[in-house]
């Protein structure tokens, strides 16, 4: 039989817990997402000193474990006299902030290659026409090209980032509780596994649904908006 006054009685814990992961995902992703954009416009460029430091940079970053990352992050980089004696160093020893480094860095890898991808299936003819009414380079992008292809990666973007939410459960091993730290611990106190961890489990599908829900939402309207044309015609 489960135990539901065990799961009652931690449910405080259980909230505190994903408020972590929460505000960790929003934060990595809206950090990730910002520094994905000109690396991705990097990418794709002709000039190989600036496409090839990127795909350095995303190749190492994706051909990693996260959890390495997170190490090299938190442990690694005290071991630096340089470091240890910046004015980053309070920022630096807190696992908040490596975990926060560690899963942007890490989303921003790979949200740089799916939009990358995206910006090369821009179709030819959208950029000719742009050309023609006398766009200037920076308007070609800011108004055609990565507005398109964040619309074409928006269902890429939804996986990757429920993939991100649940990376987050290795917070925990830079002492950040989190959810699975908080499942962990309620195992630890009370050795029954399907409580704790059952419990966790159903936050993360709950948190699962809303950001899939919540892109359905977006891709529906921005299918819609992109319709439009093709029904006009």
């Known amino acids: 039989m489960i135990d539901l006054q065990i ?11 994903a408020r972590v992961t ?13 520094l994905s954009l000109p690396l991705a416009v990097a990418r794709v ?3 190989p000193f600036l496409s090839r430091p990127v795909f350095l940079f995303t190749y190492v970053l ?8 997170l190490f090299m992050v938190y442990f690694g980089l005290a071991q630096f006299d340089l470091v240890r004696e910046s004015s980053l160093w309070p920022l630096l020893r807190e696992p908040w902030f490596c975990a926060w480094i560690a ?5 921003a890898a790979y949200t740089t290659e799916m939009l990358a991808g995206a910006l090369r299936a821009t179709p030819a003819g959208e950029v000719e026409a742009a050309r023609s009414l006398g766009m200037t380079g920076f308007d070609i992008y800011t108004r055609i090209l990565i507005p398109g292809a964040v619309r074409r990666a928006l269902p890429q973007y939804g996986n990757e980032l429920v993939m991100l939410m649940h990376a987050t459960s290795i917070a925990s091993a830079v002492t950040l509780v989190e959810i699975t730290r908080v499942a ?9 596994a ?15 649904l809303c950001i899939t ?21």
């Open 184 to 192: 962990r611990d309620v195992h630890a106190n009370t050795l029954l």
């Open 45 to 47: 460029s002709a000039n």
């Open 22 to 34: 929460i505000l960790l995902l929003l934060a990595s992703a809206a950090a990730g997402l910002s």
């Open 194 to 208: 399907v409580e704790a961890f059952g419990t966790a489990a159903l936050f993360y599908l709950a948190l699962t």
């Open 7 to 17: 799961i009652q009685d931690n449910l405080p814990a259980f909230l505190d817990g």
């Open 213 to 233: 829900g919540l892109f359905r939402l977006l891709e529906r309207r921005l299918l819609r908006h992109l319709a439009r044309p093709a029904g006009a015609s």
């Open 62 to 69: 994706r051909g990693t474990p996260l959890l390495v990352q």
């Open 103 to 107: 899963f942007t860095l890490n989303t």
